[in-house]
Nanobody, 121 residues
Framework: QVQLVESGGGLVQAGGSLRLSCAVSGRTFSNYAMGWFRQAPGKERDFVARISWITGSTYYADSVKGRFTISRDNAKNTVYLQMNSLKPEDTAVYYC??????????????WGQGTQVTVSS
């Protein structure tokens, strides 16, 4: 069974940076993507970014494009989300997930527990 554990969240001032990590363990499949999603209180879970594990191809939500960078370390089975120029609207619980390259959370089968990111104004 695939397991994912997020870390690196915290409180940061607007304009600051955070780096989230997602450690993956257990069995995986060859053609898959790692995705980052976020969910604010009372809101739906929104797509943030995804990366192909094999090719490294990336895709970003418009709201974070140019500010966030997703990457992976294959040797460590870890995916990262570097978040720069953070805004208060970035405040949410951030989740790592395994899927097949979709931007919809419905297409991701395995999820981490989430890590809180709070951006103060």
């Amino acid at each position: 069974q695939v397991q994912l554990v997020e870390s690196g969240g915290g409180l940061v001032q607007a304009g600051g940076s955070l780096r989230l990590s997602c450690a993956v363990s257990g069995r995986t499949f060859s053609n898959y993507a790692m995705g980052w999603f976020r969910q604010a209180p009372g809101k739906e879970r929104d797509f943030v970014a995804r990366i192909s594990w094999i090719t490294g191809s990336t895709y970003y939500a418009d709201s974070v494009k140019g500010r966030f960078t997703i990457s992976r370390d294959n040797a460590k089975n870890t995916v990262y989300l570097q978040m720069n120029s953070l805004k208060p609207e970035d405040t949410a619980v951030y989740y790592c997930a395994v899927g097949r390259g979709s931007s919809s959370y419905h297409d991701y089968s395995y999820w981490g527990q989430g890590t809180q990111v709070t951006v103060s104004s």
